[in-house]
């Protein structure tokens, strides 16, 4: 099955620069990326998505690569607020699952 | 629209006991997965239903199940709790066809404890 490492686990910014997260996965029949954000007490939250056929997607101050070749994608997130502190969790699936990483617990120190 | 709704939010049972776990999905989406939540594990894919069938199952065993309403509701029991059944348990919902090709929703869960 789909095998997804996230890093760092704890990422601390100072408010207004760019927070960075990486994610490998081990099947390359994955097709499809998702980004959750999870705050205390609630459900994850899809933040942006990315496909295959893609290398890249941007939504405002949140952007997503991904390098098939490599077998990762990443996540950037610039001009941090303190609202982006939270869990961020990436994923990926071929079928009918998501595998999520460990998660990445951002802090945006003001 | 309305998001996706778990209920109860919290429960606390003791081992041995059994439990149920109600989820009602995006109004007309409907798959409905399950994900176990742990510090421990992360997120792990339980089940998922598509018209009132389990369409996909994860590695759990068989004390865990569920079950589809023709509303597209869904419950999932987990029977002779143990103390690492303790977790969040996450409803997500999608549309109808599947997760490469349309988001999931999660609610906001349902925490329990087993003591």
């Known amino acids: 099955g789909e095998n997804v490492e996230q890093h760092p686990s704890t990422l601390s910014v100072q408010e207004g620069d760019s927070a960075v997260i990486k994610c490998t996965y081990s099947?390359?029949?994955?097709?499809?990326f998702p980004w959750y954000k999870q705050e205390l007490g609630k459900g994850p939250q899809l933040i942006i998505d990315?496909?295959?056929?893609?290398g890249e997607k941007k939504d405002q101050r949140i952007a997503v690569t991904l390098n098939k070749t490599a077998k990762h994608f990443s996540l950037h997130i610039t001009e941090t607020q303190p609202e982006d502190s939270a869990v961020y969790f990436c994923?990926?699936?071929?079928?009918?699952?998501?595998?999520f990483g460990a998660g990445t617990t951002v802090t945006v120190r003001a | 629209k309305a998001g996706v709704t778990q209920t109860p939010r919290y429960l606390i049972k003791t081992r041995g006991q059994q439990v149920t776990l109600s989820c009602s999905p995006i109004?007309?989406?409907?798959?409905v997965s399950w994900y176990q939540q742990t510090p421990g594990q992360g997120l792990q894919f339980l089940f998922e239903?598509?018209?009132?069938?389990?369409?996909n199952k994860g590695n759990f065993p068989g004390r865990f199940s569920g079950r589809q309403f023709s509303n597209s509701r869904s419950e999932m029991n987990v029977s002779t709790l143990e103390l690492g059944d303790s977790a969040l348990y996450l409803c997500?919902?999608?549309?109808?066809?599947?997760?490469?090709?349309?988001?999931?929703?999660f609610g906001p869960g349902t925490r329990l404890t087993v003591l």
């Open positions: 997500a919902s999608s549309g109808n066809r599947g997760v490469t090709s349309d988001t999931q929703y």
């Open positions: 099947d390359s029949a994955s097709n499809y």
């Open positions: 990315i496909r295959s056929n893609v």
């Open positions: 994923a990926a699936t071929n079928d009918y699952k998501l595998s």
């Open positions: 109004s007309g989406h409907r798959s």
């Open positions: 239903y598509f018209s009132e069938t389990q369409r």
